[in-house]
């Protein structure tokens, strides 16, 4: 079964309005990833984060990993129109990469 | 360079029929790989090869079978196929053997529908 969990699965906002997708594990995680998939499309590698507690950013976009490194989270600020589509998270544990169920975000202009 | 490709895009299938998904990829990558995605439940893996001359099991493995025909290509077969294997399928492939931390590179996928 999944051993992913993210939250929510549905998110719409207005354009401008943040959003934030949350990734959690029951067992620690050696590294993880997020990707997205724009609708009709495939997933795109966006980052991957492997130390405790790390923090980056890319542009409107920052990633956190738990200090436990059972969790995760993707923030947006100021959505776009042109950050629509599912964000998915990937944690690796054990030598397997397990996905996340996807956050699909709409956008409203 | 095309990255990874995959063929058919679509592909509609009765049940009982049988049929390979192919999948290339031309980075010189040693690892690939093949999940399925089904609307809310995320993608989960099907079959994967850490390198070529391996394959080996993912989470539902069950009603396929794989071969990794050579460094670039890497095959899935539906030997009789269901309705319950109506999904879209995407194959990966990483650069570095088995599971280390490196990103994975997703194909267009194939929109298989069995009736």
């Known amino acids: 079964g999944q051993q992913v969990m993210q939250i929510p699965q549905y998110q719409h906002v207005q354009e401008g309005e943040d959003f934030t997708t949350y990734c959690n594990s029951s067992?620690?995680?050696?590294?993880i990833q997020w990707y997205k998939q724009r609708p009709g499309g495939h997933p795109v590698f966006l980052i991957q984060?492997?130390?405790?507690?790390e923090v980056k950013k890319q542009k409107r976009l920052t990633f956190q990993f738990g200090e436990a490194k059972k969790n995760s989270s993707l923030h947006i600020t100021a959505t776009q129109t042109t950050d629509v589509g599912t964000y998915f998270c990937?944690?690796?544990?054990?030598?397997?990469?397990?996905f996340g169920q996807g956050t699909e975000l709409s956008v409203k202009p | 360079n095309a990255g990874v490709t995959q063929t058919p895009k679509f592909q509609v299938l009765k049940t009982g029929q049988s049929m390979t998904l192919q999948c290339a990829q031309d980075?010189?990558?040693?690892?690939m790989y093949w999940y399925r995605q089904d609307p809310g439940m995320g993608l989960r893996l099907i079959y994967y090869?850490?390198?070529?001359?391996?394959?080996d099991k993912g989470e539902v493995p069950n009603g396929y079978n794989v071969s990794r025909l050579n460094k670039r290509e890497f095959s899935l077969r539906l030997e009789s196929a269901a309705p319950s294997q109506t999904s879209v399928y995407f194959c990966?492939?990483?650069?570095?053997?088995?599971?280390?931390?490196?990103?994975?590179?997703f194909g267009p996928g194939t929109r298989l529908t069995v009736l």
């Open positions: 984060l492997v130390k405790s507690g």
């Open positions: 980075m010189n990558h040693n690892s």
């Open positions: 990966a492939s990483s650069a570095r053997g088995g599971w280390d931390t490196d990103t994975q590179y």
């Open positions: 067992t620690t995680l050696s590294n």
């Open positions: 090869s850490a390198s070529e001359g391996t394959t």
């Open positions: 990937a944690g690796r544990r054990g030598g397997k990469l397990i």
